[in-house]
């Protein structure tokens, strides 16, 4: 299978390539030589690579940063995915595309709700979240105006080795590791009370395939562990691991405007398209991490 992903130097992006070449698949990877926003960049990758499968990544996902600027969230996300479908249905119509929404497009729920099923209703409580809702919306409409062969993933949070510190476990590991390296014994952290569904992004990666492969075009599904884990457990683990001694202090400033409480989803309509269940254990995805964090920073 000829593949395309967008955004392939993300985090995600990275993993999914591998997982790709692994699997047998002719995979090519772009990032900023493909302006999603450029709808002329994004027809001229895809005369270029003619993927059979497209998997649509490229995206600003930092939800905290979306609040300061959802106009360029809304451009990148929903103008880029309109973008990469529209050129998709002029070069490649036969084409299979899977679309990266977000589980954030759920919003605040209540824990009677849980786990999150594709059918629950979506209300965003943030920027980010917004511009997710809407890149669904041009999926659906790519589908019923033009028949086009379209798969929405919702995956819920990922973990695993090269996530960026902007987000909540490589930053904690981080700050963690310089603590020790500069000898203090406390961190600051944001809003540890809240739960989240944590998978790991090389299983994460492996359900994209899938849903190329089996998904129902027109379909919206969840990609998530089926439990929810507070944050504070998590930090207590990555402390057990790196440094004992060290406290948490909470800092306002790093708590966002609005938080989501509680978040965990679903996956058993991926399972029944595709036999999908997580493998990796939530344990062995911070180990990972860890260890990935201290080659980063050039520790032993």
Not at 21 to 43: Q, W
Not at 190 to 219: K, P, W
Request: aromatic share 6%; net charge negative; hydrophobic share 40%.
């Amino acid at each position: 299978m000829k593949a395309l992903v967008t955004g392939a130097d993300g985090f995600v992006g990275r993993h999914l390539l591998e997982h790709l070449r692994a699997s047998g698949d002719d995979a090519v990877g772009v990032d900023r030589e493909c302006d999603v926003t450029d709808a002329k960049s994004v027809i001229g990758t895809l005369e270029s690579v003619r993927p059979d499968a497209i998997y649509h990544l490229a995206a600003l996902t930092a939800v905290g940063a979306s609040w300061s600027n959802p106009v360029e969230y809304t451009r990148v996300n929903v103008l880029g995915t309109k973008n990469v479908l529209d050129a998709a249905f002029r070069v490649v119509p036969e084409s299979s595309v899977v679309i990266v929404s977000s589980a954030d497009v759920y919003g605040v729920v209540r824990p009677e709700d849980l786990p999150l099923v594709e059918s629950f209703r979506v209300a965003p409580a943030n920027p980010y979240a917004s511009s997710k809702v809407e890149v669904e919306h041009v999926g659906h409409d790519a589908v019923r105006e033009r028949a086009q062969r379209v798969v929405i993933a919702r995956p819920f949070n990922h973990v695993g080795p090269g996530q960026s510190t902007n987000f909540v476990v490589p930053a904690i590991v981080n700050r963690l590791l310089q603590a020790v390296a500069d000898g203090v014994d406390e961190i600051v952290v944001g809003d540890l009370s809240t739960r989240r569904d944590f998978s790991d992004v090389r299983d994460v990666v492996r359900a994209y395939r899938l849903l190329i492969e089996h998904g129902l075009s027109g379909e919206v599904y969840n990609i998530a562990s089926g439990v929810d884990v507070e944050l504070f457990d998590i930090a207590q683990r990555l402390v057990s691991r790196i440094a004992a001694h060290v406290r948490l202090r909470t800092d306002e400033s790093l708590i966002r405007p609005v938080e989501v409480p509680v978040s965990c989803g679903s996956y058993a309509k991926l399972k029944r398209a595709t036999k999908w269940r997580p493998t990796i254990s939530l344990d062995t995805s911070l180990r990972d991490v860890i260890d990935e964090m201290r080659q980063r920073r050039g520790e032993s």
